[in-house]
């Protein structure tokens, strides 16, 4: 019976060098949010096998070893994810309040035209008013002859009305749109 020699150690045979490098990027990538298989693509490059190779090396020998390290890569993955999404949120309100800022800036701004234009409206209704107490006056006391016929006094009351009306108006709009 011939006797059996053993074959030296392959050429291709994972040193653990190799493990430990794979090993490495696999965690890496894990960590940031990567995928796996970009893992194995990278450490194909840096260790001169195919991504296939690296892949079936990881998970057939190597990642049993590494469980804890997994665990803890995915944490950090996980922590990495909530403290980027508390740093999106933090700045977003920022631009959100500049713009609700800018929003009540120009609110305040047609606020105030329109009190300014309410309060013009109010002036001529309370003259109207005066001017309407004075023609009654002067008709129940059956003074002079009024500068007005009892047409033009009618059309006067009815643009007071129309204006009382507007300003009622505007000011039920301006309490609507307050709220």
């Not at 260790?47 to 997994?70: F, H, P």
């Not at 305040?108 to 309370?126: F, G, H, N, P």
């Not at 643009?159 to 108006?169: D, V």
Request: a neutral charge; hydrophobic letters at 35%.
């Amino acid at each position: 019976m011939a006797s059996v020699e053993k074959s030296p150690v392959r050429s291709d045979a994972w040193t653990p060098e190799d493990d430990e490098r794979l090993a490495q990027l696999v965690l890496r990538h894990i960590r940031t949010g990567s995928t796996q298989l970009k893992a194995f693509e990278e450490a194909a490059e840096q260790l001169g096998r195919t991504a296939a190779a690296c892949g079936y090396r990881w998970n057939g020998v190597i990642r049993k070893r590494y469980r804890d390290e997994i665990e803890a890569a995915k944490a950090e993955r996980k922590a990495l994810h909530v403290k980027t999404q508390t740093q999106k949120a933090a700045t977003a309100p920022t631009a959100s309040m500049q713009e609700v800022i800018r929003f009540l800036q120009t609110y305040d701004e047609q606020y105030q035209r329109l009190r300014e234009y309410v309060s013009a409206i109010e002036r001529e209704k309370s003259e109207l008013e005066a001017r309407v107490r004075a023609l009654e006056s002067q008709l129940r006391e059956g003074g002079p002859e009024l500068p007005l016929s009892p047409e033009q006094l009618e059309e006067d009351s009815r643009t007071l009305f129309a204006i009382m009306e507007r300003a009622r108006k505007l000011l039920a709009e301006n309490r609507s749109a307050g709220t």
